[in-house]
């Protein structure tokens, strides 16, 4: 029965008690009214919800999901954005989440085969499970790393030697799945993405806590790139109002603004990620301070004049 309600069974697809015999009877099962009046309140009493509809003088009965189709739908294309997962595995994930609709949702429900260009390594999903379950062991874990060359090979970073690291958290930022690790040697941490992990393994000794706070390290941490948190303060032009909250969040502070600019205080680290960011604005945008963000652009901003204003004097 519970088979039964799972499967056939939705918000638009209420079966009546006709429709349970009858389909009891296709897998063989007799069953008389009374018998699944007790099956379904057998059901109840597990804690599943059961609702009871009445249409046309006539009471049916349908199974909440644990997700809705826009909800199941919503996280398949998530899967599809996330490029630390290989195809196989994504389409793994994907069949348990459209498991959890019934038959008509999932015929419904339009998922696309992910494409073949995601990540061709597996193993991601069982690197990610041994991660958390050293977090939650508070055990420390042993892995290569290593970086992907022109021709797509694998160069391993410390000529291969182990890396011994704690685990404090798993992150997701722009597709990709991190890790983020401490160090007793350097006293501090680092992230380190899952996929270009391998041989990992985890210790039989629990390590000492570890003091983590992975909302003000996200904060600090632009894009995944680590680095110490300063204060920008940055003129924007009136247009660039949406992309600063989809970047930064509604966490933004407006420190003034006039009929053309604003000028905004932004919590975030110096990294390559934020000044390739910046740049992609040219005149929108005004770094007011820190220095060093101003020293960082004007740096790059000379670099690139030299480079293509002497590549145009050699042509003459």
């Given at each position: 029965m519970l088979d039964i309600l799972e499967k056939e069974s939705d918000e638009d697809h209420p079966l009546e008690l006709a429709d349970l015999v009858a389909l009891l009877n296709e897998k063989g099962i007799k069953a008389e009214r009374k018998?699944?009046?007790?099956?379904?309140?057998?059901?109840?009493?597990?804690?599943?919800?059961?609702?009871?509809?009445?249409?046309?003088?006539?009471?049916?009965?349908?199974?909440?999901?644990?997700?809705?189709m826009a909800e199941a739908l919503i996280l398949c294309e998530t899967l599809e954005d996330n490029v630390?997962?290989?195809?196989?595995?994504?389409?793994?994930?994907?069949?348990?989440?459209?498991?959890?609709?019934?038959?008509?949702?999932?015929?419904?429900?339009?998922?696309?085969?992910?494409?073949?260009?995601?990540?061709?390594?597996?193993?991601?999903?069982?690197?990610?499970?041994?991660?958390?379950?050293?977090?939650?062991?508070?055990?420390?874990?042993?892995?290569?790393?290593?970086?992907?060359?022109?021709?797509?090979k694998k160069n391993y970073r410390r000529q291969k030697k182990t890396y011994h690291l704690l685990p404090c958290a798993v992150v997701a930022d722009h597709g990709r799945l991190?890790?983020?690790?401490?160090?007793?040697?350097?006293?501090?941490?680092?992230?380190?993405?899952?996929?270009?992990?391998?041989?990992?393994?985890?210790?039989?000794?629990?390590?000492?806590?570890?003091?983590?706070?992975?909302?003000?390290?996200?904060?600090s941490s632009f894009s995944m790139y680590p680095g110490d948190p300063v204060t920008a303060v940055i003129t924007f032009d009136l247009s660039l109002a949406p992309a600063v909250y989809d970047q930064f969040g509604s966490d933004v502070i407006i420190t003034g603004s006039d009929e053309r600019t604003f000028t905004a205080a932004i919590?975030?680290?110096?990294?390559?990620?934020l000044i390739a960011w910046l740049m992609q604005f040219i005149d929108k945008v005004k770094v007011e301070k820190p220095q060093e963000l101003i020293d960082t652009l004007l740096h790059i901003a000379a670099g690139l004049e030299k480079t293509y204003n002497g590549e145009k004097e050699g042509r003459m």
């Open positions: 018998a699944v009046y007790r099956s379904l309140d057998a059901i109840r009493a597990t804690g599943r919800t059961i609702h009871q509809v009445r249409r046309n003088r006539t009471v049916s009965y349908y199974m909440e999901h644990a997700l809705s630390s997962l290989s195809r196989e595995e994504t389409m793994q994930v994907q069949e348990k989440l459209k498991a959890s609709l019934s038959r008509q949702e999932q015929e419904s429900l339009q998922v696309i085969v992910p494409p073949m260009g995601k990540n061709p390594q597996s193993g991601v999903l069982e690197t990610t499970q041994k991660l958390m379950k050293a977090i939650h062991e508070n055990r420390c874990v042993r892995f290569h790393y290593y970086d992907l060359n022109i021709h797509q991190y890790c983020v690790l401490w160090s007793d040697k350097h006293q501090g941490f680092a992230n380190y993405r899952i996929d270009r992990m391998e041989f990992l393994d985890t210790d039989e000794e629990v390590h000492d806590p570890v003091v983590f706070d992975k909302d003000a390290w996200m904060r919590r975030t680290a110096i990294t390559p990620t």
